[in-house]
C-alpha cells in the first residue's frame, strides 16, 4: 500500500494531467470559432461554415469530457485533501463557486445555441453565442487560476485558529484575487491554449496537405485542409513569440516571490553570483542517478544565463541556493528538466511558425514535405509543453500546497488510510485513462470524417434562409 500522503499527491497530480487537455483545447479552439462564426456570416463562404462546424464538434466533445473530469477533480479536495478545504476554504471555495455559477453556466447556456442554434436564431444572436462561448470558456480558466495564484503567491488574509485548526480569513478579495501571480499565470495559460490548438490545428491540416501535394492522393476538400493550415500558422506566428517573451518575465516574477521554486528550476543549491544557465545537467555518482534532490551535478551550462534570467539582465546577480531554506527543496530533477523542455519546445515553435511562414512568403507551403512532417510530429507537443509547464508550476511549489502557510503534507485528509488511498488511487487512474481513450478514439474519429460535404452546407444555408424570410413576414 502506498502511505496516504503519496497517494492522494499521485492522485491529484496525475488526474490533473489528464484535466488539463481538455481546457486547453476548449479555450484554445474559443477564438477560432468566433472568428469562424464571424467570416462565415459576413462573406457567406461555405468554406467559413465548415471551418466553423468541424471544430465545433471537436470543441463539444472536449467541453463535455473537460466537465466531468473537472468536477471529479474538485471531490479530490474534499476526499483527499479534507485538511486543506478546512484551512482554506473560505478563500479557496470562492473562485471555485463563481466558476460554476459565472463561466460554467454562461458557457453551457450558450453552448446549446451555438451548436444547434445556426437555422433557428438571427446571426447576430448566433455570433453573439460564440462570443459567449469564448467569453465562458476563458472567464472559467481566470476563477481557476485566481485560485491557484493565490496558493503560489497568497494575499489578503488573516490566519485564525478555530475549534483547534488553523483556517484563513479572507481580509482582502482584492487584494487575494489579483496576487502578483495571477496576471502572468492568465496570459501565460491562455496563449499557450491558443499555441497548443495551433499546432494541432496546423498537424492535422498537415497531413491532409501532405498526402495531397506531396503523395498525390486525391482529398475531398483540400482547400478546407489549406485554410485550415494558413490559419493555424498565423496563430502560431502571433503565440509563439509572446510565449517565450512572457515565460522570460514570468521567470523573473518566480525568482522575486518564489526564490527556492526558482532556486530548483536552476538546480542551484548553493548562493552564489554569475550563475550558468544549465542547458543539461547530471549526477556526478552513478548511484544518485534517481534521486530528484541529488546536489552534485555535472552540468553544461551558459555562463551567467541563470543570473541573467533572474535579474532582468545582469549575467552576475546573486541567486539564492536551496541549502539556504530551511524547508526541504522540491524534487530538483523533475522541476529542472520539465523547465528546460517547455522552454526548448517553446523555441521549436517559434521556428516552426517562422519556418511555416517563410514557405507561405516563397509560395512553397504546400510543397515542404519536410515542414509538412514537422508540423505532423509536433502536433500534440504543445499540449506536453502545457503539461510540463504545470509541473514547473506545482511540483516546483512543494513542499508547500499554500506557499510559505501550509505544507501538503498537512493538507492530506487526516483520518485517510493507506488502503483508502491506494484503492482511490487506482479508481482515477484507470477512470480517466479510460476517459482520455475514449476522448482520443472520439476525435480521431471526427478528424477522419473530415468536415461536412458543401451539399449538405447548402441544404442548411437555404433552410436558413427561408427561416429568416418567414421571420421577416
Known amino acids: 500500500m502506498v502511505d496516504p500522503v503519496t497517494a492522494s499527491r499521485l492522485q491529484f497530480a496525475i488526474t490533473t494531467i489528464v484535466h488539463i487537455i481538455f481546457p486547453v483545447m476548449s479555450m484554445g479552439l474559443a477564438p477560432f470559432l468566433i472568428y469562424f462564426t464571424w467570416k462565415e456570416i459576413r462573406t457567406e463562404r461555405p468554406l467559413y461554415e465548415q471551418l466553423r462546424r468541424f471544430w465545433t464538434k471537436i470543441f463539444a466533445v472536449s467541453f463535455v469530457v473537460g466537465t466531468v473530469t473537472g468536477l471529479v477533480l474538485e471531490f479530490e479536495f474534499g476526499t483527499n ?38 437555422d433557428r436564431v438571427s446571426d447576430r444572436l448566433y455570433m453573439l453565442s460564440s462570443i459567449a462561448v469564448g467569453l465562458g470558456t476563458w472567464l472559467s480558466a481566470v476563477w481557476i487560476l485566481i485560485a491557484n495564484s493565490w496558493m503560489q503567491t497568497p494575499r489578503g488574509f488573516d490566519v485564525v485558529v478555530e475549534n483547534g485548526h488553523r483556517v484563513v480569513k479572507l481580509t482582502d478579495p ?61 496563430a502560431l506566428l502571433i503565440t509563439a513569440p509572446l510565449q517565450v517573451l512572457h515565460g522570460d518575465a514570468y521567470a523573473r516574477h518566480v525568482s522575486e516571490t ?45 555562463p551567467g544565463g541563470a543570473s541573467w534570467l533572474a535579474s532582468g539582465g545582469d549575467p552576475q546577480a546573486m541567486i539564492r541556493g536551496l541549502e539556504s531554506f530551511s524547508t526541504e527543496a522540491p524534487p530538483v530533477a ?53 503539461e510540463v509547464g504545470w509541473i514547473v508550476t506545482e511540483v516546483g511549489r ?11 503534507s498537512d493538507g492530506v485528509s487526516p483520518g485517510l488510510t493507506s488502503a483508502e488511498a491506494t484503492f482511490t488511487l487506482f479508481g482515477f487512474v484507470t477512470g480517466y485513462t479510460l476517459l482520455l481513450g475514449l476522448y482520443i478514439y472520439v476525435v480521431g474519429r471526427l478528424i477522419r470524417a473530415g468536415p461536412p460535404s458543401r451539399d449538405s452546407l447548402q441544404t442548411t444555408t437555404e433552410s436558413h434562409v427561408d427561416s429568416e424570410v418567414l421571420d421577416s413576414d
Open 334 to 386: 523533475i522541476v529542472f528538466w520539465a523547465f528546460r523542455i517547455m522552454v526548448a519546445l517553446g523555441f521549436w515553435f517559434i521556428l516552426l511558425a517562422f519556418w511555416g511562414a517563410y514557405r507561405w512568403r516563397r509560395g512553397e507551403l504546400f510543397d515542404d514535405d519536410l515542414l509538412h512532417k514537422a508540423l505532423m510530429g509536433s502536433s500534440l507537443l504543445g499540449f506536453v509543453a502545457v
Open 174 to 234: 482584492l487584494a487575494a484575487y489579483f496576487n502578483p501571480r495571477f496576471p502572468y499565470m492568465f496570459v501565460h495559460m491562455q496563449n499557450s491554449a491558443v499555441e497548443s490548438v495551433a499546432l494541432f490545428m496546423a498537424g492535422v491540416a498537415a497531413y491532409y496537405v501532405f498526402r495531397h501535394h506531396i503523395w498525390g492522393y486525391s482529398i475531398e476538400h483540400i482547400d478546407f485542409w489549406e485554410k485550415t493550415l494558413k490559419i493555424a500558422l498565423v
Open 81 to 118: 485533501f479534507a485538511a486543506f478545504s478546512t484551512t482554506a476554504g473560505e478563500l479557496f471555495g470562492g473562485p471555485l463557486a463563481l466558476e460554476g455559477m459565472m463561466a460554467f453556466m454562461l458557457e453551457a447556456t450558450f453552448l446549446g445555441i451555438f451548436v444547434f442554434g445556426r
Open 398 to 408: 512543494q513542499p508547500w500546497v499554500i506557499q510559505g502557510v501550509m505544507r501538503t
Open 258 to 302: 518564489q526564490p527556492q521554486k526558482f532556486a530548483a528550476m536552476e538546480a542551484v543549491w548553493e548562493t552564489d553570483a554569475s550563475v550558468p544557465e544549465y542547458i543539461v545537467a547530471f549526477p556526478t555518482e552513478l548511484d544518485e542517478l534517481l534521486n530528484p534532490r541529488t546536489k552534485e551535478l555535472f552540468g553544461i551550462g551558459i
